[in-house]
């Protein structure tokens, strides 16, 4: 323990020093025109990247929160993976590569680990040669790790880590699926929780 008191100051020091990075606004390594501005609050050692890269970096991780750098008020903000572009989305089959033939965006409530992300998916609509496009959204959902909240039309979808680490915590620690949920909306947002979808409950 005097070990650790002794080196307090190094510790506080070093965990403030991941909310700013030197790099800010410098160009980004695959464009003079384009700056680093968009950090991870999921990754190990993340590298602060233009929003582009970002999207690049994270297409098969969607529910990693993007830190975007506030440049009026000098501070990195939390922000789901859709809103580090305009007209984002996170795109189901291709590898997370959005398909040639997908259909617009959809309002999605995805469910991981660190949290309720309020989202937007597109769905692969390739010919399947038999005249139907793509597998059935469901069908979709569950090859790419999520389990949908339903079968027709999906709203709602929670990863399968999620649902492995509830089934571990209902059987070694008896928690409620109540408490549970509170804790998945205060890691989306601590702060302001109220303003994390909890519709998922219902669809």
């Given amino acids: 323990m005097?070990?650790?008191?002794?080196?307090?100051?190094?510790?506080?020091?070093?965990?403030?020093?991941?909310?700013h990075d030197p790099?800010?606004?410098?160009?980004?390594?695959?464009?003079?025109?384009?700056?680093?501005?968009?950090?991870?609050?999921?990754?190990?050692?993340?590298?602060?990247?233009?929003?582009?890269?970002w999207l690049n970096k994270?297409?098969?991780?969607?529910?990693h929160w993007a830190l975007i750098w506030n440049t009026k008020d000098r501070f990195f903000e939390k922000y789901n993976f859709c809103r580090?572009?305009?007209?984002?989305?996170?795109?189901?089959?291709?590898?997370?590569?959005?398909?040639?033939?997908?259909?617009?965006?959809?309002?999605?409530?995805?469910?991981?680990?660190?949290g309720i992300h309020a989202t937007v998916?597109?769905?692969?609509?390739?010919?399947?040669?038999?005249?139907q496009c793509g597998a059935p959204d469901f069908q979709q959902l569950l090859k790419a790790g999520i389990f949908p909240g339903s079968i027709?039309?999906?709203?709602?979808?929670?990863t399968l880590a999620v649902l492995e680490y509830f089934r571990q915590l209902r059987s070694q620690g008896k928690g409620s699926a109540y408490n549970f949920v509170r804790v998945l909306s205060w890691m989306a947002d601590p702060f302001f929780s109220g303003s994390v979808p909890v519709s998922f409950l219902i669809t």
């Fill in 2 to 19: 005097d070990e650790l008191k002794s080196q307090q100051g190094v510790f506080l020091e070093t965990l403030l020093s991941r909310y």
């Fill in 121 to 131: 998916l597109t769905f692969c609509r390739c010919n399947n040669g038999e005249g």
């Fill in 84 to 114: 580090v572009m305009k007209n984002g989305s996170v795109a189901i089959g291709h590898h997370g590569h959005r398909c040639p033939q997908a259909d617009l965006g959809r309002s999605f409530t995805l469910v991981d680990m660190n």
């Fill in 23 to 53: 790099l800010v606004l410098t160009p980004c390594s695959c464009d003079d025109t384009r700056v680093r501005k968009v950090g991870c609050s999921d990754c190990i050692q993340p590298a602060l990247l233009c929003p582009q890269c």
């Fill in 152 to 158: 027709k039309d999906p709203k709602t979808g929670y």
């Fill in 58 to 63: 994270h297409r098969t991780l969607p529910t």
